[in-house]
């Protein structure tokens, strides 16, 4: 299994030079080695097989920045250059620009070029560069490749990306022990979610102000003249609202997800595909932006990590529609009743009554 860590990590001017230096010569091999591919496709309809080394002889600057982040350069185009090869109707790959692509890097461990301890992360060609590990790393864990990230604002990110051994004898036994300590999780349009003992999980305010402060920000981006000096502000104004946004976000879904990983023995969610949902229902943004397919990832590898399970319910079974206390399934439920009121005399929260029958179906499958 593989699991992310994400930090910022704050380097030094000389350190951020190599970055933006290994940014620069990783965006330039990739270009250059499309452009070599698409016309060797033009003329041959063949893919060519070209390498960094190759190119390291007429650019020698080349060889100045980290070779396994050029290798990965070769990795992602080729991946990319053979979906255009599947489907030909997709186009080949996109060239990178300086100003619109992604400023970022990917490089392995190989032999121990790449540490991380006392707050300093250690990695080719670089001096140690000081990271804020807020997070402990189990020391069974293995590290396979570092990523870093230039966010638009100027701030820097790794994702570390580590490797560790299964535990899937453990998730046997939460059945055992008749998994008596499960929770339903709803999705809800409105906050996030719906947790089956009637708790409603929602952003905090702070990140809600923050997303009117972004309404605000790209109403004011709208009506600067573009490629104006006052654009190019406005629009750094909007990505750091952006930036934080995120942030915030994620802050608050692993505290939360890392609470009930801890509190559960298991978790049950309906099987939700996010895309087709946000399509479907055309919600489009809000489905997206609410960030609830992050939130059950977090969830996922937090609880498996525990030796613990998330069950996934198959999305058409009625979650919504059966009544948590007797059972009955109803027709029709239109999405603007909002309180669930059964024949029987249960009258609930539409999104808790749903929480409560995932949990019940949830444990139902775990044992079956
Ligand atoms: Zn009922």
Not at 188 to 198: H, I, N, P, R, T
Not at 246 to 265: M, P
Not at 297 to 316: A, H, I
Not at 336 to 354: F, H, L, P, Q
Request: hydrophobic letters at 30%.
């Amino acid at each position: 299994m593989n699991k992310a860590y994400y930090f910022r990590i704050y380097p030094n001017r000389e350190q951020e030079k190599m970055l933006i230096k290994t940014f620069g010569c990783c965006r330039f091999l990739y270009n250059i080695m499309l452009e070599d591919k698409i016309r060797a496709y033009q003329e041959t309809k063949k893919m060519l097989k070209n390498t960094p080394a190759q190119y390291k002889r007429e650019y020698p600057w080349l060889k100045e920045v980290d070779s396994l982040a050029l290798a990965n350069v070769q990795l992602h185009l080729e991946a990319a250059y053979r979906n255009f090869f599947r489907d030909p109707k997709i186009g080949f790959p996109k060239f990178k620009s300086k100003h619109r692509s992604r400023n970022s890097y990917t490089t392995n461990v190989v032999n121990g070029n790449i540490s991380i301890g006392n707050g300093r992360l250690k990695l080719p060609k670089l001096t140690a560069i000081r990271i804020k590990q807020h997070r402990e790393i189990p020391a069974e864990y293995k590290l396979k490749s570092v990523t870093v990230n230039r966010e638009p604002s100027g701030k820097y990110y790794v994702s570390l990306l580590y490797e560790y051994a299964d535990c899937e004898n453990q998730a046997e036994s939460v059945c055992q022990a008749e998994a008596q300590n499960i929770l339903g999780i709803d999705y809800a349009m409105e906050g996030m979610a719906v947790l089956s003992d009637g708790t409603r999980c929602i952003y905090p305010s702070y990140y809600r102000k923050m997303e009117q402060k972004l309404t605000r920000e790209q109403r004011k981006l709208s009506k600067c003249e573009k490629g104006s000096r006052n654009y190019q502000k406005q629009r750094k104004k909007v990505a750091l609202c952006h930036e934080r946004i995120r942030n915030q976000r994620k802050d608050f879904q692993h505290k939360l997800s890392r609470r009930l990983a801890w509190e559960y023995d298991a978790v049950a969610v309906e099987d939700l595909n996010m895309k087709a949902m946000s399509r479907c229902l055309n919600l489009g943004k809000g489905v997206m932006d609410n960030g609830y397919g992050q939130f059950v990832n977090m969830l996922s590898y937090k609880l498996e990590e525990q030796g613990k399970k998330l069950v996934k319910v198959d999305r058409y079974y009625p979650s919504s529609k059966t009544c948590s206390k007797c059972g009955k399934v109803k027709e029709t439920l239109s999405l603007s009743e909002r309180i669930y009121k059964c024949e029987c005399g249960n009258e609930m929260d539409r999104d808790v009554n749903a929480a409560i029958n995932l949990r019940e179906e949830g444990r139902r499958i775990l044992c079956a």
